[in-house]
């Protein structure tokens, strides 16, 4: 198959420069396979399997699963990072230059499973996250704009559910029970009345047995068609996928429409909108399972209180069909490729410092089943073992049912001379300290406590590591030999250097030998959650998280944390889901300051939420914004189309 791929002539072959070009230089010189060939070509699909959107971007039926569904999975492959500078260190560029290395040079089966970006970072500070250098997903300028419209998607289905809660608030607080009622199950001209498949839910939620519409009691009446929300207690967000510091608070229905119009009471309220890839649907979409997992993920969704404390989902508003309708298409994951012709899914993109921080279950499963036993699926976790890590063990393999052969642990020698806690801080657009840029050993040995403790996170979960140093052209034999020694000596599998920004896979081929060393090596462990979910409560899983991962002593809450807590622990469905910690990526404690890997530290949970549909309960160690903002100057100021070829070329993007 590797063959029958490279046959087409003078498709993804790199012909490398020095200096690197631009990123988006190097993505647009490469000749591509059309997607359709290489999905073909690599595992057999049918034309019926797989929906192209234009030449290099698709979308993959669910339905090869079931085709599948009985076939051996590959290795399966978790790619995190150590405790990142604010410049990240290259997991991205990592886990496609493994790919390639794995895909292109060793002749095996791979596929890349990475997040969507949000184009909220992508035009501002951050910019694109398809890898960089001769390591990309392409193309590059698709991957981070539009895609296939998966967040666009998101968007409708989140904003649509929102308009949906303030529209019931509005109509309740200006209609009697009687007019909501002849509304939402209007009399025929026979005086027959029939419920729409939507309520079904609500009317089992209150007891209601009876779904003859015609037979209700006034008093079943009054609960089914009055929601009774209390505004106070809504916390399901507009969303938008922009960086706009100006909607983290706004004022809605400040408009002479939405007045009641007996009393003059105004029926608006204080707002906020979140940036797309943080709504709970992006979760949701990102943890179910099929379709009907979907259906009944979204159904639990909580956006608000009734004034009687009860919580209203999507179900009690009878929106959950038309939200998955909106979302069926977005189920299905983007096939795209590495500059090397390697197949990669797209799919979702929650963020790891406020959501789980991992792209979709569904990728993943397609992806084990289309490279069988001996293949190998790459899927990267947002930031640190510590985050996107974590959660993977603890909240996506709790759902997927899925166990990782390895993880690959990225680090470089500049973020161990951060964490020597000597050395300058990083900063974005300034240039690096000279000590970044010059042998220090002995800043790399001290920084590297940082790394160990995500050797340790890793491995406490039973599961082998291999070190992947992503070598920059600073970095010095020494230092990186220094990091490979020190690496092996805290329990790694392996630890190697790997160069596939210039290079590509052939500068990570000891990367790839080295993580096919691990998924075949017998192993001496049994996978394990850190926790269990099920039996243990709300404050013991959040003070496993703090003493086993961040190397803290406790943690403290407070007043309005532990009430909140409190009510999880009272709710036993609620209590048995697994905890998504909110945090800073900056550092292993809660405090961005702490670098290094600091001991005997407490943590203050500040609040903690439930996201009843994605399946987790947040707890908050900081305040993150949920919508993030823009620099002076943003991304957007390079970005722009040349038009002096015949075909439009984007440039700028980063």
């Known amino acids: 198959r590797l063959l029958a791929r490279q046959a087409i002539a003078g498709l993804n072959k790199l012909e490398l420069k020095r200096p690197v070009p631009p990123d988006v230089e190097i993505s647009q010189s490469v000749k591509l396979t059309p997607i359709r060939a290489l999905f073909a070509n690599a595992f057999g699909l049918s034309d019926a399997e797989l929906f192209p959107h234009g030449l290099f971007k698709g979308k993959l039926s669910l339905s090869v699963y079931d085709r599948l569904k009985d076939r051996q999975d590959g290795h399966y492959v978790v790619v995190c990072g150590i405790t990142p500078t604010p410049l990240g260190e290259g997991k991205s560029t990592t886990t496609i230059g493994l790919s390639q290395a794995l895909g292109a040079h060793l002749g095996q089966q791979v596929v890349t499973c990475i997040r969507q970006p949000s184009m909220g970072p992508t035009f501002g500070i951050k910019g694109g996250a398809a890898g960089g250098g001769y390591a990309q997903c392409a193309p590059m300028e698709e991957f981070n704009l539009h895609m296939t419209g998966d967040i666009h998607a998101i968007t409708a289905a989140n904003n649509l559910f929102a308009a949906a809660i303030d529209t019931r608030y509005f109509h309740e607080q200006t209609a009697s029970v009687k007019f909501l009622w002849d509304k939402l199950c209007p009399a025929d001209s026979a005086g027959k009345r029939v419920f729409e498949a939507s309520m079904l839910p609500r009317l089992r939620k209150l007891g209601i047995d009876n779904s003859d519409a015609n037979a209700l009691t006034l008093d079943e009446i009054e609960r089914f068609a009055k929601l009774d929300i209390d505004p106070d207690t809504i916390t399901w967000k507009r969303v938008t996928d922009t960086n706009d510091r100006y909607l983290r608070q706004v004022e809605i229905g400040t408009s002479a429409s939405e007045v009641h119009k007996k009393t003059g009471e105004s029926l608006g309220r204080t707002a906020g909108f979140a940036i ?295 709710d036993p469905s609620l209590r048995a889901l697994p905890i998504c910690m909110s945090k800073t990526q900056y550092s292993l404690s809660d405090d961005a300051k702490k670098l290094g890997a600091p001991s005997g530290f407490t943590v203050t949970v500040k609040d903690a939420y439930v996201s009843a549909g994605a399946g987790f309960i947040v707890v908050s160690l900081g305040a993150i914004s949920f919508i993030p903002g823009l620099p002076i100057k943003p991304a957007y100021y390079k970005i722009d189309l040349d038009l002096s070829s015949a075909t439009p070329r984007v440039v700028g993007l980063s």
């Open 276 to 570: 797309t890839v943080a709504s709970e649907i992006m979760a949701v979409l990102a943890l179910a399972t099929d379709l009907a997992d979907l259906r009944l993920r979204l159904g639990r969704m909580i956006a608000c209180f009734s004034r009687a404390g009860e919580p209203l989902t999507a179900d009690d508003f009878g929106i959950t069909g038309a939200l998955t309708v909106l979302l069926m298409d977005a189920l299905m994951p983007t096939t795209m490729q590495t500059l090397e012709g390697t197949p990669a899914l797209v799919h979702c993109g929650p963020f790891a410092n406020i959501a789980h921080g991992n792209s979709s279950i569904v990728a993943d499963r397609l992806a084990l089943k289309l490279v069988g036993p001996g293949g190998y699926v790459l899927t990267e976790a947002g930031f640190g073992s510590d985050m996107g890590g974590e959660k993977f063990f603890n909240i996506k393999c709790f759902y997927s049912g899925l166990r990782p052969s390895c993880a690959v642990l990225v680090c470089t020698v500049r973020a161990l001379k951060l964490h020597s806690c000597e050395a300058p801080g990083v900063v974005p657009g300034a240039a690096l300290a000279e000590v970044y840029r010059v042998e220090a050993l002995d800043l790399v040995r001290k920084g590297a406590a940082n790394m160990l403790a995500h050797i340790s996170n890793v491995k406490k979960h039973g599961v082998k590591v291999v070190v992947a140093i992503n070598r920059f052209h600073t970095d010095t034999d020494a230092e990186v030999e220094l990091v490979a020694h020190l690496a092996k000596q805290g329990g790694a599998f392996d630890a190697v250097t790997a160069e596939h920004f210039a290079q590509g896979g052939a500068g990570a081929l000891a990367l790839g030998q080295a993580v096919m060393a691990a998924c075949k090596a017998p192993s001496t462990d049994r996978f394990r959650h850190l926790y269990d979910a099920k039996t243990q409560g709300v404050k013991e899983k959040i003070e496993t998280v703090v003493r086993e991962v961040y190397g803290g002593a406790g943690a403290v809450y407070t007043e309005g944390a532990e009430s909140r807590i409190a009510k999880y622990e009272a």
